[in-house]
């Protein structure tokens, strides 16, 4: 299998400028699926900074609901580094549900 560095700087070599401002410049909106590149849409809403619960912000009426989880300096003022994992797992499992829709 290839890895994943070489896959990206694979896909990077085959995008043109304008490919490239496209995938950044959208700000909270999908980007458009790239048939040439077989990029899917990204959903840059996805900042995921206390759980995917970014996403419901009304660009995304489909999305399933989601764990809204306390912010970052909440957990870390817990000095839990069980518990910052464990809202890191349920954060990372829900952005893939979401993000295969």
């Known amino acids: ?25 959208h700000a ?5 699926y790239d048939p040439k590149l ?3 849409s990204v959903m840059w809403d996805m900042t995921c900074n ?3 619960a970014t996403l419901l912000s009304g660009n995304y009426p489909e999305a399933p609901p ?7 300096i909440a957990i ?3 000095f839990d580094v069980e ?3 464990q809202v890191a797992g ?7 549900i979401v993000s295969a829709i």
């Not at 349920?90 to 893939?96: D, H, P, Q, V």
């Open 38 to 40: 077989n990029v899917k």
């Open 66 to 72: 989601v764990t809204v989880l306390p912010v970052p």
């Open 1 to 25: 299998t290839i890895s994943m560095a070489a896959r990206v700087g694979d896909l990077v070599h085959r995008m043109n400028s304008s490919s490239k401002v496209d995938l950044v410049a």
């Open 50 to 52: 206390h759980g995917v």
């Open 90 to 96: 349920i954060t990372a499992s829900e952005a893939r």
């Open 76 to 78: 870390a003022a817990t």
């Open 83 to 85: 518990l910052a994992a």
């Open 28 to 32: 909270g909106l999908p980007t458009e």
